[in-house]
């Protein structure tokens, strides 16, 4: 069964503090995994597809990593504008089947 | 210019009623979906529509019935409400299969309040 499953569910930072946010998946066939933010009230807001193993995206403060595995979304030095519920999903058949999400906050 | 509008963003209704929402693109787009956010915040594909046509329909209740009258409009329609229908609905779009691109869009969502 296709399954994505990110963590942490919640994540506490402090300004200029980085870190990652995981998200592993089990999918037959990848033909892509995307990476979205969320802001309270508001749709998902698209940020980065990854289609193979090794291959890497950037965008200001964020990075998506891709292995066979999982998918990092790394974030340098965040600001407080940073917050957000980041979602992962996988691209199974049309449809996208999408991870639970991680909380981010970031005090300034 | 919004590239997924949804009508209404808040819906409050009592059960049994019959609502519809309503979804527009103006991407160009050939596929169109629709998704339910439940309390938890957990995002999950209902109907995915390419080019007018039903191409995935999971396990929804017959209540809920979407309709597709051209390539840019998808709109959902639920029949007698009930309490557990009370949810966030999205609706997105994408490129259909062969296209290479695959990502989707979302619109800004539709509160729906069942009473």
């Known amino acids: 069964e296709d399954q994505v499953t990110q963590s942490p569910e919640a994540l506490r930072l402090q300004e200029g503090e980085s870190s990652s946010l995981n998200c592993s998946y089990t999918?037959?066939?990848?033909?892509?995994l995307f990476w979205y933010r969320q802001d309270p009230g508001k749709g998902p807001e698209f940020l980065f597809t990854?289609?193979?193993a090794g291959e890497e995206k950037e965008k200001e403060r964020l990075k998506a990593t891709l292995t066979k595995k999982e998918s990092f979304l790394h974030i340098t030095a965040p600001k407080p504008e940073d917050s957000a519920t980041y979602l992962c999903?996988?691209?199974?058949?049309?449809?996208?089947?999408f991870g639970k999400g991680t909380t981010l906050s970031v005090s300034s | 210019d919004t590239a997924v509008s949804q009508t209404p963003k808040y819906l409050v209704t009592q059960m049994g009623n019959d609502k519809s929402i309503k979804c527009e693109q103006n991407?160009?787009?050939?596929?169109m979906y629709w998704y339910k956010q439940d309390s938890k915040k957990f995002l999950k594909i209902m109907f995915s529509?390419?080019?007018?046509?039903?191409?995935i329909n999971e396990t929804v209740p017959n209540r809920f019935s979407p309709k597709s009258p051209d390539k840019a409009h998808l709109n959902l329609h639920i029949n007698s409400l009930e309490l557990g229908d009370s949810a966030v609905y999205f609706c997105?779009?994408?490129?259909?299969?062969?296209?290479?691109?695959?990502?989707?869009?979302f619109g800004p969502g539709t509160r729906l309040t069942v009473t």
């Open positions: 997105a779009s994408s490129h259909g299969r062969g296209q290479g691109k695959y990502e989707q869009y």
């Open positions: 999918v037959s066939g990848l033909r892509g």
């Open positions: 990854l289609y193979s």
């Open positions: 999903a996988v691209q199974a058949g049309t449809a996208l089947i």
């Open positions: 991407l160009g787009h050939d596929t």
């Open positions: 529509y390419n080019n007018k046509e039903l191409i």
